[in-house]
């Protein structure tokens, strides 16, 4: 089975631009979640995607969205570009909805952005 | 909310060398943990992970992890470590709807 995949791999950009990040989680996976990861801040949980509805949401600014498909493909944005964007953006996606319990979570390689 | 607490940034052990990465957490109910590893521009892999039972729990690659509810702790092991091993780990806790805290990671490095 194939594992998660995250398009592009890399990619740079400028100030002020806007960007779509794209993962496809592993087949029969409807949860989805975005990470950034960056040296200073580490793993920081951005949202995550179920029945393409975002259900739960970190603690960044409006420009980080994000959507998911119905084939739970999920796509994110960053909108108005500043240098501390620059990160690796990870993608995660887990089998079942998490209720009480938290549900394991797959990694795809990550799409490292760089905004110059 | 919960968090994780990982003391130690950079850890080297010689190869053929024990291994214990350390792991704090703070939660004020059952603590779901991980344990993952992320070799150089690579996504995180699951090594194991603990939802409840046994608190000795094996994973992949020859790593343990022990949990340890009077200490706050999810220390990860390994009785003999290869070069391969080389990567930076992360300790997770997880509470319901995958809302994840990830640990600010240890990096390991591994000594010929």
């Known amino acids: 089975k194939a594992g998660v995949t995250q398009t592009p791999r890399y990619l740079i950009k400028t100030r002020g631009q806007q960007v779509t990040l794209s993962c496809s989680p592993i087949?029969?996976?409807?949860?989805v979640s975005w990470y950034q990861q960056t040296p200073g801040q580490g793993l920081q949980f951005l949202f995550e995607?179920?029945?393409?509805?975002?259900?739960n949401k970190g603690n960044f600014p409006g420009r980080f969205s994000g959507r998911q498909f119905s084939n739970s493909r999920s796509e994110m944005n960053v909108s108005t570009l500043e240098l501390g964007d620059s990160a690796l953006y990870l993608c995660?996606?887990?089998?079942?909805?998490?209720?009480?319990?938290?549900?394991?979570?797959?990694f795809g390689p990550g799409t490292r952005l760089t905004v110059l | 909310a919960q968090s994780v607490t990982q003391p130690d940034i950079h850890i080297t052990v010689s190869e053929g060398a024990s291994l214990e990465l350390r792991c704090n957490y703070s939660?004020?109910?059952?603590?779901?943990l991980f344990w993952y590893v992320q070799s150089p521009g690579q996504g995180l892999q699951l090594l194991l992970k603990?939802?409840?039972?046994?608190?000795l729990v094996q994973g992949i690659k020859g790593f343990e992890a022990e949990f340890k509810r009077s200490q706050s702790s999810f220390n990860l092991r390994k009785p003999s470590v290869h070069w391969s091993d080389a990567a930076e780990y992360f300790c997770?806790?997880?509470?319901?709807?995958?809302?994840?805290?990830f640990g600010a990671g240890t990096r390991l490095t591994v000594k010929p």
């Open positions: 995660a996606s887990s089998l079942a909805p998490g209720s009480s319990v938290p549900d394991t979570q797959y």
């Open positions: 087949s029969g996976h409807r949860s």
């Open positions: 995607y179920f029945s393409e509805t975002q259900r």
């Open positions: 939660y004020g109910a059952t603590p779901y």
């Open positions: 603990y939802f409840s039972g046994d608190t």
């Open positions: 997770a806790v997880g509470a319901g709807n995958n809302d994840m805290r």
